[in-house]
């Protein structure tokens, strides 16, 4: 147990606190968030919890008479941990806390490292309950048993494993992932011991597993298994990619991370291909339980017809060798042409029961993943014919059940092109027409704002299903441009327009994409 050598009671019995103006513009957002403050002068700089809620949720904390208590723990994503706080009030019913906030740190920075360390010498925690409009409702203290400072180790040893990590691709794998009630069921109090550390279980590092049940690992095989775990990280944020392929390189993940033990039940394919003046380039990664292999080559085109080649291939195998064809140094031309222009391609032929298997808690995600448009962030899109994209927003935030309505939805046909963007560099037009709106078949969006692409897809079954193929969270201002599918005059006339009445086939593919945008909850913004 740290030693507590920083008394930093209130002294002064009742007091009056004002927000400053100068406060971080974290204040405005909604969430839980440390930040060094000095609510006493004779006490000095502390680190207090600031608490906003921007609903009128916060005048109800401010009346009630409530206790704080926390569940932690950190989480597992193919980039590194992420460690989450859930700060939360009784009484619980049917599961649920009176409250419960979410509270995200980057492991990997220092400076998560040394509020940890300041907290856990204090004798207690403040907490500052900020509500609409940065009001200041109260300053709340409570005596500091939250065994924050057990997590200090998590945080050192992650500073040291993942101190280049990337905090935004983890942070939105996590949001994909993981489910915020059922880290609050599964998670201990009090952090004795974070269960989603188990999230990807670990063997025993005693058991004795058999040579022909692990791959065989060539003194090459270190280089390309971290520049396939580049790979799958890169493909992952790509704009082309979807849900169901996002999906499947997260499996891939899983067991490039369990290298050299085999992964029962797993097979992804991934990678991408290149083209242009009739020659194609292509990367990939096979993996499954008994084989992973990297594979480059493509094709030439020439003035007698074409050829195939392959300019470097291995195969880890369980319990044997396997000879590379070519030189390694091709495949790693992957960095080179990986870019937003390329063909995505990703396969999953895994078992059905996959998740259950290695992330119990994955199995019960989200289904409706959604991708956030941040600052300078694009993404492109090839809808199909009889697609549809709904523009809903918020309009009502503050009642009991928050109203939200479809602003405007486009039909696609065959051919057309879909563009999400913030990025001034892929603008379809100057930056004054984007802003006059003097762009056809052009929306501007506004954080809290949310796209649902919808349409119908083919199960295993082989059966129709209204499915949501993307869900845009716009967390930032930005343009959503179509392109009609062919230049002709009635192409560009009709795009967006319906084919059909809203029959009741199409209010159903309709609801789907709705209710998966509303699911999403209040808009942070």
């Known amino acids: 147990m740290t030693e507590r050598i920083f008394d930093n009671r209130f002294r002064r019995g009742k007091c009056h ?4 103006g100068t406060s971080s513009v974290g204040a405005e957002l909604s969430g839980a968030r440390f930040e060094s403050a000095t609510l006493d002068e004779e006490i000095g700089p502390e680190t207090a919890l600031f608490l906003t809620d921007s609903t009128p949720f916060a005048y109800d904390l401010k009346r009630e008479r409530f206790d704080l208590h926390l569940k932690s723990g950190a989480a597992q994503t193919s980039a590194g941990p992420i460690l989450f706080l859930l700060w939360w009030m009784p009484p619980i019913t049917n599961g649920t806390p009176f409250a419960l906030y979410e509270h995200i740190l980057n492991p990997a920075h220092e400076g998560v490292l040394k509020g940890l360390r300041q907290i856990a010498r204090q004798t207690h925690l403040h907490l500052v309950l900020i509500g609409p409009g940065r009001a200041l409702l109260g300053v709340y203290e409570f005596e500091n048993v939250f065994g924050l400072d057990k997590l200090i180790p998590v945080v050192e040893n992650a500073c040291q494993e993942y101190g280049s990590m990337d905090f935004i691709a983890a942070k939105e794998e996590y949001d994909r992932k993981y489910d915020l009630m059922e880290l609050f069921s599964t998670s201990d109090g009090g952090t004795d011991e974070p269960e989603s550390e188990e999230e990807f279980p670990e063997d025993d590092p005693d058991e004795e597993i058999p040579d022909d049940e692990n791959f065989l690992m060539p003194q090459c095989a270190s280089q390309l298994i971290d520049g396939a775990a580049w790979l799958a990280g890169k493909l992952l944020l790509h704009s082309g990619c979807t849900p169901e392929e996002r999906d499947a390189l997260t499996k891939a993940l899983i067991g490039i991370a369990r290298l050299p033990r085999t992964t029962p039940g797993l097979c992804v394919d991934f990678g991408f291909g290149t083209s242009g003046s009739g020659d194609m380039r292509c990367w990939s990664v096979h993996i499954d339980e008994t084989e992973v292999m990297w594979s480059s080559g493509g ?98 935030p503050f009642c009991s059940a928050p109203e939200f309505t479809i602003v405007d939805f486009w039909e696609f046909h065959e051919g057309d092109k879909l563009l999400i963007t913030n990025r001034e560099e892929d603008y379809p037009a100057t930056a004054e027409q984007m802003e006059e709106g003097s762009v056809p078949f052009l929306w501007k969006v506004m954080p809290g704002d949310r796209l649902a692409w919808v349409g119908w897809r083919r199960a295993p079954s082989n059966e129709r299903h209204p499915t949501v193929v993307a869900l845009v969270d716009c967390r930032h201002k930005g343009y959503v441009y179509g392109e009609p599918g062919s230049p002709t005059l009635e192409s560009v006339m009709l795009f967006g327009a319906p084919t059909a009445d809203g029959n009741p086939e199409i209010r159903r593919l309709w609801k789907v994409g709705f209710d998966a945008a509303v699911a999403l909850g209040l808009p942070e913004s």
């Open 299 to 396: 094709y030439v085109h020439g003035p007698a017809g074409g050829d195939s080649y392959t300019s470097f291939q291995l195969s880890l195998l369980r319990g044997s060798e396997d000879a590379p064809i070519g030189n390694q140094n091709a495949w790693f031309g992957v960095r080179q042409f990986l870019e937003d222009t390329v063909n995505v391609h990703v396969n999953d032929g895994s078992d059905e029961d996959f998740w259950e298997r290695y992330a119990p808690m994955a199995a019960l995600r989200d289904p409706f993943s959604s991708v956030l448009l941040e600052q300078h962030t694009t993404f492109r899109y090839s809808p199909n014919a009889s697609d549809y994209l709904l523009w809903v927003r918020c309009t009502n």
């Open 17 to 20: 606190f004002e927000l400053s």
